[in-house]
């Protein structure tokens, strides 16, 4: 059960540095992990916390971060404010405080620290309990770099950033996460008074701290074992290997619930996936946005799926991609698809259809039993039961200015290579064979075919060749 504390929520999210190592073009906070960029996954996280507001401080990049952070705004009400230049975490939230009520708590959070889970901010919330400042701390085994958490005997007494402490200071493996919760009637005065006397000339968030034990406003560290929910991404590795924790983590939840993972390290899942019992993924398989995968669903290797309702006792084999993107994509009982498929956008297969390698499908419903087994193209079309569509077919759906529709009844035969120019409708039971391109609708039953009439000339000689030096 989670438990609303007596106090507003008001989440700073701190985003204006650089990134400088990331070496890319693209400001750091809008990489990403799982698919999704960094900032997004704390502002996710902020909501899930039922904030009363977030704002997000901008600096570097701020043109580029500022439309996905304000797109956010149906999870929570959001704000952005900027922070030039940037002269530190202190600074940095100093820009935070017009935007701040003072009957909140206000929760420090970073937008290039992704996977922070919300139960753990709601526990330091809690230890904050609105009357103290608390801090999400925990031991490293090397804390280089790390703001270290100082105390006298069990009580802290201030945060020595690692450039200005002492060789025994650095010996302290506690450090501070980044990431703390504090009333904001107290914050504020604390931010006006931070100065930027230090070893890197910066406004230290983490100087609040001092100030608190010389108000007596107690001091509490929460400390949480799990380095992944407070590592922070400064370079491509880091981001790599972070993917990859959380990847593995995500593999684990799934394979807990009993699905079957050939190698839960050759798993990604940018998204989410819902899966029934009995479920076998093969390896190196990328899942998007929502996948649902009934019982007993198997998922070949190399596919990539997103999107989509697979139901109970589908075969997806290997190299088939599926992206329902909006529109989704459907998959019904039994169904055997790929290898080698795709499934764009309006796929809607009914129970036991089969799609076979080199086949594309769009924005089309294909009834129970239908096929389609074979290098074709199936765009903007309704699909009776049972029809068998042939290798090479295609529905010209497409006069260069308008989408039409083919609609083939049940129980037709399209033959091999056949071209079903739209709008047309094949009538039930009709065939149409191979190597016909049909322009007007068919009748019911009807055998269609319209090609060129076979002309077959006896013992036809082929020219020669006329031998080198011959006049
Ligand atoms: C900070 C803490 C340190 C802690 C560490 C944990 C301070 C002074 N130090 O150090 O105690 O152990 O985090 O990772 O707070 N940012 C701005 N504007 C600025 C400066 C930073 O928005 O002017 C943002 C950065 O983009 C980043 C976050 O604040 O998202 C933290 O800044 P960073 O420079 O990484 O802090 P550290 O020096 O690592
Ligand atoms: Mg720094």
Known sequence: MRLTPPFPIDVVIMAAGKGTRMKSRLPKVLQRLAGVPLVQHVLNTAAQLNA??????TGH???????????????????????????????AVQQAVPALADDGVV???????????ADTLQALIAQCGGQQLALLTLDMVDPMGYGRIVREGESVQAIVEHKDASEAQRQISEVYSG??????????????????????GEYYLTDI????????????AHKITDALQVAGINSPVQLAELERAHQLRQAHALMVQGVRLQDPARFDLRGHLDCGQDVEIDVNCVFQGRVSLGEGVRVGANCVIANCTIAAGAVIHPFTHIDGEQLGVSVGEGALIGPFARLRPGAQLAAEV???????????TMAKGAKANHLAYLGDATVGERVNYGAG???????????????????VHIGSNCVLVAPITIGAGGTVGGGSTITKSTAPGALSVARGTLL????????????????
């Open 107 to 117: 929760v420090v959070l970073s937008g290039d620290v992704p996977l922070t889970q």
């Open 354 to 364: 089969h799609i076979g390698n080199f086949v594309e499908v769009k924005n089309t």
């Open 393 to 411: 077919s295609i529905t010209a759906n497409y006069d260069g200015a308008n989408k039409h529709r083919t609609v083939i009844e049940a129980d």
């Open 456 to 471: 077959s000339i006896a013992n036809w000689k082929r020219p020669q060749k006329v031998p080198k030096g011959a006049p």
């Open 179 to 200: 990431i703390m919760a504090v009333p904001a009637r107290l914050l504020k005065p604390w931010l006006a008074r931070l100065n930027n006397q230090n070893a890197q």
């Open 209 to 220: 701290v001092k100030m608190a034990v010389a108000n007596g406003v107690e001091v509490v």
């Open 61 to 91: 990049g701020a043109d580029q971060v500022e439309p996905l952070v304000l797109a956010s705004g149906q999870l929570l009400a959001v704000q952005c404010v900027r922070q030039e230049p940037q002269l530190g975490t202190g600074h």
């Open 52 to 57: 009363r507001s977030a704002v997000v401080v």
